[in-house]
Structure formats: structure tokens, C-alpha cells
């Protein structure tokens, strides 16, 4: 059966609405579906990115993954159940996106020439996770307010313990 979703003007059938966006859902569900599509987007992300030849202009490679990228979010536009205009979204955005951004093509070119560089798939993703795992324990403290416990501390220094063990040769 098809309920139809009311998007930005559009009579959208809630078959073909992006789970993820849909409002009817419960943050629950949202909070399941928003970690295992972060956790299988990570996994295709670090095998293709592995994957890509190393003759590739790592630019160009990155030309093309920003390509693919706009045209899905462009195609994704009018299934994402906002109130807001497109107009409107522009002007509520603030400096976070443009350090997004930049913090992606970080990334992005990161991983590219880590993985050139001869780091492995099992250990460059999770040596890079821990260590930002870790660098945002303060960072969430001191921007967001984040109370960090004592077993929160407990687990940072159990990830520091099992980085140095998964790193030995």
C-alpha cells in the first residue's frame, strides 16, 4: 500500500521516501537505520577507496566520487520531508558546512594516499577512527558540553591499549 507523503509540494509515494528521512518513523528507528547505513557506507567506502588504481590522479578520483555524490544528493532532494524551501535551507546554513567540506576533501585525499602508501585496509581505518575517536572526547567537552565519565575515560584508554596491540607486527 502506498501513503502518500506530502515533500516540498510533491505527492511523494512513502514506498519510494528515504526510510532515514521519513518523519512518521520513530527516532529509535532512526537511530538504528542512521548507524548501519553509516557503518555500510564505511565499508564500501574503504574497499572502493582501496580499490582505486594507483595510477589515478588522486584529484581526478576525487573529481569523479564529488560528481556521483551531487547528483545522488540532487536526486535525494525532494524525498528528504523538510519544511524548509531549498532557499531556506541555503540561508539557515552556517560555517559548519563550509568546514565540512573542507574536512571531507581532508579525508577523502587521507585515505587515498594513506592506502598508496602501503597501510592496510584491517588497520588505516580503525587506527584513524581511534585516534578521532579519541581527539573528540575533548572537543565534545569543551564545544558541545559532553560529560565524559570515568568509564568513558576507561574506554578511551582500552582503545588506546588496543590500537598499540592491533599496530605490533
Known amino acids: 500500500m502506498f501513503i502518500e507523503t506530502m515533500t516540498k509540494n510533491h505527492l511523494i509515494p512513502d514506498l519510494y521516501c528515504p526510510y532515514s528521512l521519513r518523519r512518521s518513523r520513530s527516532p529509535e528507528n532512526m537511530w538504528y537505520f542512521a548507524i548501519i547505513l553509516t557503518v555500510l557506507g564505511n565499508v564500501l567506502y574503504h574497499v572502493a577507496q582501496k580499490s582505486i588504481p594507483s595510477a589515478t590522479s588522486p584529484f581526478v578520483s576525487l573529481l569523479i566520487t564529488y560528481t556521483i555524490s551531487i547528483a ?84 578511551a584508554l582500552l582503545c588506546m591499549s588496543g590500537l598499540i596491540l592491533v599496530l605490533r607486527k
Open 72 to 155: 545522488i544528493t540532487a536526486i535525494s532532494l525532494p524525498f528528504d520531508g523538510s519544511q524548509l524551501s531549498f532557499r531556506e535551507s541555503i540561508q539557515q546554513l552556517n560555517w559548519g558546512s563550509v568546514a565540512v567540506g573542507i574536512s571531507i576533501f581532508a579525508v577523502e585525499i587521507g585515505y587515498l594516499l594513506a592506502y598508496r602508501a602501503g597501510w592496510q585496509i584491517s588497520t588505516g581505518a580503525l587506527f584513524t577512527y581511534v585516534v578521532t575517536s579519541l581527539l573528540l572526547f575533548p572537543a565534545g567537552a569543551l564545544f558541545f558540553h559532553e560529560r565524559i565519565s570515568w568509564i568513558n575515560g576507561l574506554g
